[in-house]
Structure formats: structure tokens, C-alpha cells
Nanobody
Framework: QVQLVESGGGLVQAGGSLRLSCAAS????????MGWFRQAPGKEREFVAF????????YTADSVKGRFTISSDNAKNILYLQMNSLKPEDTAVYYC?????????????????????WGQGTQVTVSS
């Protein structure tokens, strides 16, 4: 089992920045990759970014590319999402997720069913 706890959400004005953190505990050594998703009210959970445990593969959704950066500190078992130039449409609950199994080269896990563990989420609200 892997336990994930997100933090760092809050209220920010458009154009501002936030850094989300996701602390992992438990069988963290078994995780192949980590990802961030978000879910706005009335919408489906959508993929934001993905990074392998060793950092050799990163993939970011087009909607946030150039504004959001995913990174990790393996020594501390913490996943980050740096969010810059925030827009009101970025308002959502942000979730981190962990995937245990390897994914072949060229494939990126962008669907929720491709992850095994989930955090409880942290609210990000961007005001206009």
C-alpha cells in the first residue's frame, strides 16, 4: 500500500503561483510513476502531469504546458506541482496518484484507471 497526502492548495489571484506537494508513505519503492490530476465541479477528473520515479520521463497536459511543472524529491518521497500564471479555469481539486507497474516507452498514463493509489485532494481556487 502507498499512502498519499496532498498539501499546498489555497486561494490565489489570476496570474499568481502555487506549489502543491504530495507526501508519499508506505511501499513507495514499489511505485513506478506518479501523476497529478484535477477535478473541477461538475467535470470529470482530468490528467495534469506525470513523472517516473527516476525522473527519466515527464509528460504534461497541453492545457497546462509551459505553466505547470511536475518534479519529485525521491529522498523525501515528495511529489511537487509548481503552478505559475494561474487562470480561473485552473480552479479544481488537485489529486496526486501513484502507479506501480511499468509503462512501455512512448506511452504515458493519462487516465485515472492507470493509477493504483490516490490522495484525498487539495483545493485550488483562482480568482479573476
Amino acid at each position: 500500500q502507498v499512502q498519499l497526502v496532498e498539501s499546498g492548495g489555497g486561494l490565489v489571484q489570476a496570474g499568481g503561483s502555487l506549489r502543491l506537494s504530495c507526501a508519499a508513505s508506505g511501499r513507495t519503492f514499489s511505485s513506478y510513476a506518479m501523476g497529478w490530476f484535477r477535478q473541477a465541479p461538475g467535470k470529470e477528473r482530468e490528467f495534469v502531469a506525470f513523472i517516473t520515479r527516476i525522473g527519466d520521463r515527464i509528460y504534461t497536459a497541453d492545457s497546462v504546458k509551459g505553466r505547470f511543472t511536475i518534479s519529485s524529491d525521491n529522498a523525501k518521497n515528495i511529489l511537487y506541482l509548481q503552478m505559475n500564471s494561474l487562470k480561473p479555469e485552473d480552479t479544481a481539486v488537485y489529486y496526486c496518484a501513484a502507479r506501480e507497474t511499468y509503462l512501455s516507452a512512448g506511452r504515458y498514463p493519462t487516465s485515472t484507471y492507470e493509477y493504483d493509489y490516490w490522495g484525498q485532494g487539495t483545493q485550488v481556487t483562482v480568482s479573476s
